[in-house]
């Protein structure tokens, strides 16, 4: 089968871009205090000699910064794309150039070269898999399953990949241990409600041009992501109304001061939209044409099937590119619907997206990097599956972060931990 | 066995007593619109028909809206206090006015009488228990073993009382079904962010004439008492300090905006304290010596063991009431601590307390009304020891409560629902 | 003319009074920080030695610290009560009991007592006076006309006592300098925004037993009180609703994200109406039938006019008080109107209430004892009328709060100065 | 002299300019409703015919949305920009494409050919001017003295401008009525407080791809800018620091919950520094050094002298642009100092600048507007020299603002104004 060559033997301009990536991943680790206190430890006890850590994550350059951890804990790092246009292939290179890293990913590769990228980074022989989406758990169950047998484990983090594996593991599947890192607290309390409702306004905000004071914000859903843009949108003064179809979520937005009231009763009053549901059809031909001339469409969910588009465009008369990043649908009474970024996660595909806020990445791989090293270190004792992250893993990330921010904890005395004990399990 | 009368032939004054009381459960029924929506359900459909409900709360305007509910459902109550500090007596004339209720509470009654009036519910022969502490299901359990056989079951809302309850579950001792109403999300969601959160602050207001604007105010423990005395507070423009012992919780603190530090820290910057960890020892001899001169301290944790008094008299060369609710202490330096309501829950130990706020009792009893209507209608289905509330029962008291309000939700399709299934459960 | 004897020659049980009423002062002295900086330059500099103080204020605790400040700054002071009601004997009694005190206020008594303490007080021929609402500067003006020769100026904090004087000015009738305390900024932008703003709220929160998350609260006007009110109505999760006459305020409550409409819309909404216009009829019979069951309406603006109690007595076919300080009005179609306070000021008249914060009246008495102390030092440069406070003055007030909270401020440079100066003046 | 030819003439692929400014001008003029409103009226009433308006603004879509009202106006309209890099060359081409408009401004032209553009518009003859800097009315005064007589008025709405004017005004220099558009309400309130506040905070966001939340921000300035960054971060999550020179701003500051200190004492906390103070050496040689590694500084105030670049140049051993906008300087003691758009207004100087949010433009344009028509219906009531805006006309734009948003107001009853009266005016 053939597989495809380290990414600097295939640009040209390899000097440019190692600088460039190189300033693009420093930027990144200056701010990435969890990863920096692991790299400490990291160069210090080089936990991961020996392993050989394959790949495949949105090369760019918060990823480099784990990438680049790993290998200072003395793995052997071989690292591919997990989507072909999110690469930058500046971060690429500027890898690829690192003694022990080699990196396949190049930006706007073609499907064939995906996939040949993908196996090259197999060839390598991981004994630890880190990925984002699965391609590469489900590449080596697929067409590599003799090497299954050598992995240790590997790491996943996010929910599409997630959703795949617990099928696989449902059907009794998956044949190594794997971290289910998209669900573990320090991931999704902190990415999505500040790192979702921060960049989705700042997106919004840097596409359109617009304020938020004064705004009436529709935001559809109250789940963590909901609950991120509507604090996010009333900080900035906006008028924030709520949706939802589940009654105590409902009764906790109200309780916040939101309004919230259906969808149907929200169309005609709102500016901007949020979707938030992770479902489909939240916003649909029962709203398009209730809604005021020059409304905002967006989503914050995680796919592009929370604005129903096919409506919208069965609705129009006219529909056109009125702003980079902005699609406008006229209706037949002249009113216009602006779509954000294609009904897209509107944080990550706006034209202006810089990806996720730096040290959202960094608490995420800052639990992707101590899952790796607890495979490497105690890795026999998973069995084959889907694990949640041990919540001591988690709480030592919550630490590192404390710790490089100079915030003190108290401590439980003996008398307190003995009082606080006699509560929790009876006396 | 001596059981205690009713009061209506105990106390003078009845008909002031029986008026007073009925302008009170008016006020708190006025504001109580989820036990509104159950009382049209309840007197149309006599779900408790033949029931008896012995219950053993504290007997005040909110809990007499529930104790007429159940009478409206088709049950003989027999009420008694939980607490003989707690009994107003012209709701409990009130209360005892009524055809199908008699209520055996009064204030200030002695150990002897407390028991006897419990004794007294107890002859009713009650196929239905609904406590707050648990002193009515010790006492059947204890002295009156053979009426466990017709009780189908009962429900418990303090802390404290599931805390006992879940100890003789432990044990087996547990002979009928109970309802563990504590912990159910209608209760704790909304009562400890909300209600806990709102009524500490106007008590310390409204105890000591203070502002809130500028005030440094060090919270200790965010949990969610903690985190909705930290949220009200900064709604007041005080500036906020967390102080925590879990990693995790601080960085959400931290992430909020809060300033985050240990207790011996903050100790010299709050100017005031409220304590919300549930443990003891959190402000003690480490502290009081570091604080400014009229700092002030109160506790809105479940006991009054949060901040160590007796560290603080050992420390001080004066104490006097300086304020009714407030103790000052004098320290050798001359500067001087406040501490508000001994220490003990000052949102509900304040001399101007009010217990409290009348939505979130209407909630918490709004679950007791559903469990005890479930235990009428569907008890066979429920085996001896603590049963978490069914969640079922949990979110119909959210809908009745949207209702009341207006508030509308929307509502999954059959394709939104499929959508999310597969989603959840893996294709 | 017959004259008031001292407090403490009319009244019974002077120890115990004295003793309550020392309590309470030393509570307000405890948290009057820019009274306890002042006290420390008036005892060593004594600036008023010589000038006798003849005030009509409100006397209770924190009036009370400005008393004693200004007799240690070396005044002989006499006061009595501005209002027969707002008395606290056992303040009154305590402050009598100081050597160059004499306190003629007394509570409950009747127009003809409360003019002979007025005039024993103007019977110690002050040099300076202090007032609350004029009524000493106008028995002055009007039987004692011969006193004004003496008197160097005076000072008054209310609107109501600037109203009068600013009309008697207008006349030319107004025959020696009076300071406007009510109209200086470090009075009205923190009593008005946070002073009123907070204790409104929680003087509803106690009177009502009611909680503010998820309530729709209307704010009739948003001037300071208002945006103070709406401000910390937010801060409790309320969902917040404006009505203005003006449309620049009008934008300004929207563009901050509250929703801003008409009273006629906002009546049947609001869960709890709050007016702070100082206009009249700002709710009125077009607005009562459209409310909800069981609403809530406070004043918090100057006069019992905001709320057309004579409309709602109209409608009403029934009418108690159902809970202290709440008035039940019953409508025709059974529907509940509960009027606090009578409508009066919430915050003032309230039955829990404990009059403004103690930080508020130590600003505004700090701005009261400069101002007292300029007219001792350099009363010799205001002609006769009514004056701004000297900028400086108000200045000063807030460098001492400053100091005594501990806060640095940044000093400009020579070359900041120069750089300004030229922006401000052109070049 | 020589003048510029129009834009259209001088610049090459006229037809795809003409639809791309079409594109973003119509963009702007669709979540413009003041000006659309004032469209309605302008192009009914024609109220500018035969008035020529000469203008040098920024030359991009959000300006083009007033030239091109007041073109409907009736008016012949030249336009030229006021900063030769601020044009948006397509714009300008869709402009010049208007009947009645003529457009000099075109991008990156050197001094000489800025004049000339200038002294082309001056060609036309304008009767009313408009001005953003001031550049057109001092060219106006200083080389075509001529055409001062014909002139009516004209506008200016810069600080800058207005600081030009104001000297001209003190030495008797300008000859014609300017309005002040710089400090009318509409324009301050809402612009530095919200616009200013927006956009530098996602400036800088979208800048750093840094996050808000748990961010130690130290804002320097409590002024309308100062209040609306912090105001905003807050809202974002951050925990916020000010500084401040005055005592008054810095209580304010204060009692909103703010931390506020010296620059000394904020320079070793703060993780983002934003200078608003409009004052130069806010950040200097005393702060660097105690910074932390990594920190970030932006500047929103005027000029770019808060921060001083020069006293950092010389404490640093390195520099380099680390990110396009982000200039890091390493210190001798390797810690980091990143600053934003070279320390020029970061919420326009930034790379991903939108300049300012439309719905800020549209009211300060809506100003200029109805002060054009002001000039054009009643300029002769007005003397040469500077005015502030009259209040009926800044008052007439919110209400527009208002009703474009759909937003009722109360009106006041004859017996409320005259209630009102009675207070104001006196008895």
């Given at each position: 089968m ?52 394959g ?50 990913a ?6 064939t ?18 990925d ?26 996010t ?73 996010k ?47 489909r ?98 890795g ?8 949640d ?15 490089a ?23």
């Amino acid at each position: 089968m053939e597989t495809a060559a380290p990414i600097s033997e295939r640009v040209s301009d390899v000097d440019a871009k190692h600088e460039s990536g190189r300033q693009k991943i420093d930027w990144a680790r200056e701010h990435m205090p969890i990863l920096s206190a692991l790299e400490d430890e990291f160069t210090a006890e080089r936990p991961l000699s020996g392993e050989v850590v394959g790949m495949a994550l949105h090369v760019e350059a918060k990823t480099a910064a784990l990438v680049e951890l790993l290998a200072e804990g003395g793995a052997e790092v071989a690292i591919t794309g997990c989507n072909p246009l999110s690469t930058h292939d500046d971060v690429s290179v500027a890898l690829d150039a690192h003694e022990n890293i080699t990196s396949y990913a190049e930006h706007g590769i073609d499907d064939t070269e995906y996939y040949e990228a993908i196996d090259a980074v197999i060839d390598h022989e991981p004994t630890i898999t880190v990925d984002d989406g699965g391609d590469l758990v489900f590449r080596i169950h697929e067409e590599y399953p003799e090497l299954v047998e050598s992995i240790i484990g590997g790491t996943e983090e996010t929910t599409t990949g997630v959703h795949r594996l617990r099928a696989m593991d449902a059907d009794g599947a998956l044949d190594y241990p794997m971290f289910n890192v998209n669900d573990t607290p320090m991931k999704h309390l902190f990415d999505n409600v500040h790192g979702t409702g921060e960049s989705a306004l700042a997106n919004i905000a840097m596409t359109t041009n617009l304020s938020w004071a004064g705004k009436t914000v529709v935001v559809a859903g109250f789940g963590y992501c909901g609950r991120g843009v509507a604090k996010k949108a009333r900080g900035q003064n906006a008028h924030v109304i709520v949706t939802e179809i589940d009654p105590r979520r409902a009764l906790e937005a109200h309780m916040e001061g939101y309004e919230v009231t259906s969808m149907d009763d929200a169309a005609e009053r709102g500016d901007v939209f949020v979707t938030t549901t992770g479902n489909r059809d939240v916003v649909t031909a029962d709203h398009f044409e209730d809604m005021k001339d020059g409304v905002v469409l967006a989503n914050a969910g995680h796919f592009d099937v929370e604005i129903n588009l096919e409506d919208l465009r069965n609705l129009s008369v006219n529909e056109r590119e009125v702003r980079e990043g902005v699609q406008e649908y006229e209706l037949a009474d002249g009113s216009r619907v602006n779509v954000l970024a294609e009904g897209r996660l509107v944080n990550l595909a706006s034209p202006v997206s810089l990806g996720h806020p730096v040290e959202v990445m960094d608490q995420s791989f800052g639990v992707q990097a101590v899952c790796v090293r607890e495979l490497a270190t105690h890795g026999d004792g998973y069995d084959d599956g889907l694990h949640d992250v041990p919540d001591a893993l988690d709480r030592e990330v919550a630490e590192l972060k404390l710790d490089a921010e100079g915030i003190e904890l108290d401590e439980l005395t003996d008398v307190q931990r003995e009082y606080m004990d006699s509560w929790q399990h009876g006396t």
